[in-house]
C-alpha cells in the first residue's frame, strides 16, 4: 500500500513540475535577486540539526526519514535527486509567497509536508524554519526568502543524498 502512495506523490510531484517549467527562465532570475539568501542558510539548517538532536535524546526510535523523495531516491539515484532540485526550484516560490503571510499560515505550510509524506515527527522543526522564511521574506522581500528556502532545500537534498549512499 505504501509503495502506490509514493507513487502517487511522485505523480503529483511531476504534475507539478510539468505545469510550472515554463516559469524556470523567471525562478532562475528570482534567485539571482534573492542570491542574499544563501546567508540564511545556517540559520535553517541550525534548526534541523538541533531538532534532530532533540529527537536522538528524547525519542531515538522517532521516524525522520521516509520522505517520499528519499524513498525514490534510494530506489532511482541521483536522477531522482536532479529531480527534487528542480521541484524545489519551481515550488519553493509559491511556498513563500503564499504560506508566509501569518503564523497560521506557515502551520498550514508545515501539515502540508504531510502530503509529501514527511513523517509528523519533523513537522515541529518545519515549522519552526517557516518562521525563519516567513522574518526573512517580511524583512527582505520575497525573492531572498524563495532563495533561503531553495538554497536549504539543497543542503537537505544534500544530506539525504550523503545519508543515503555513504
Known amino acids: 500500500m505504501w509503495e502506490a502512495i509514493y507513487w502517487l506523490v511522485l505523480l503529483l510531484f511531476v504534475v507539478s513540475m510539468v505545469t510550472e517549467l515554463r516559469n524556470l527562465k523567471e525562478r532562475l532570475k528570482d534567485?539571482?535577486?534573492?542570491?542574499?539568501?544563501?546567508?540564511?542558510?545556517?540559520?535553517?539548517?541550525?534548526?534541523?540539526?538541533?531538532?534532530?538532536?532533540?529527537?536522538?535524546?528524547i525519542a531515538p526510535q522517532a521516524v525522520v526519514g521516509g520522505h517520499v523523495l528519499t524513498?525514490?531516491?534510494?530506489?532511482?539515484?541521483?536522477?531522482?535527486?536532479v529531480f527534487a532540485a528542480i521541484v524545489c526550484l519551481l515550488l519553493n516560490y509559491y511556498e513563500e509567497k503564499y504560506f508566509r503571510d501569518s503564523?497560521?499560515?506557515v502551520v498550514a505550510w508545515a501539515a502540508l509536508h504531510l502530503l509529501a509524506l514527511v513523517p509528523p515527527t519533523l513537522i515541529p522543526a518545519i515549522f519552526f524554519m517557516g518562521l525563519v522564511f516567513k522574518k526573512i521574506k517580511e524583512t527582505y522581500?520575497?525573492?531572498?526568502?524563495?532563495?533561503?528556502?531553495?538554497?536549504?532545500?539543497v543542503c537537505i537534498l544534500g544530506l539525504l543524498t550523503y545519508l543515503t549512499y555513504f
Open 103 to 105: 503564523v497560521l499560515d
Open 31 to 57: 534567485l539571482v535577486r534573492g542570491i542574499k539568501g544563501v546567508l540564511f542558510v545556517p540559520v535553517t539548517m541550525s534548526i534541523v540539526f538541533a531538532y534532530a538532536a532533540f529527537l536522538v535524546c
Open 71 to 81: 524513498y525514490f531516491g534510494r530506489r532511482f539515484g541521483v536522477p531522482m535527486i
Open 141 to 153: 522581500g520575497l525573492e531572498t526568502a524563495y532563495a533561503a528556502h531553495f538554497f536549504h532545500n
